[in-house]
């Protein structure tokens, strides 16, 4: 089993940072694709970074681009997104993902079968 918990979100002014967190258990993060999604009420879930196993390969979507960036602490066993120049639209719950059938892929993953909680993010105007 994997159990991912999110934490880093609260609310924030247009133009401020945030870095979410996501601590991880399983004895084999190191070798799991990681992700970030985000959702809003009555909107899909949305793909927002990815990161293979050693971090080699990583993926944001083109709306962040440039101002979010992903990474991961395989020792520590924890994932980060780390948010920059936010905007009122970046206003969403965002979850943590696993994909441990990515099993040292050394792209990332774009499907995944882990979550965690999620951590509300407000971006105010």
């Known amino acids: 089993q994997v159990q991912l918990v999110e934490s880093g979100g609260g609310l924030v002014q247009a133009g401020g940072s945030l870095r979410l967190s996501c601590a991880a258990s399983?004895?084999?993060?190191?070798?799991?694709?990681m992700g970030w999604f985000r959702q809003t009420p009555g909107k899909e879930r949305e793909f927002v970074a990815g990161?293979?196993?050693?971090?080699?390969?990583?993926y944001h979507t083109d709306s962040v681009e440039g101002r979010f960036t992903i990474s991961r602490d395989n020792a520590k066993k924890m994932v980060y997104l780390q948010m920059n120049s936010l905007k009122p639209e970046d206003t969403a719950v965002y979850y943590c993902?696993?994909?441990?059938?990515?099993?040292?892929?050394?792209?990332?993953?774009?499907?995944?079968?882990?979550w965690g909680q999620g951590t509300q993010v407000t971006v105010s105007s």
């Open positions: 990161i293979s196993w050693s971090g080699g390969s990583t």
């Open positions: 993902a696993a994909d441990r059938r990515a099993y040292y892929s050394d792209s990332y993953s774009v499907e995944y079968d882990y």
């Open positions: 399983g004895r084999a993060f190191s070798s799991y694709a």
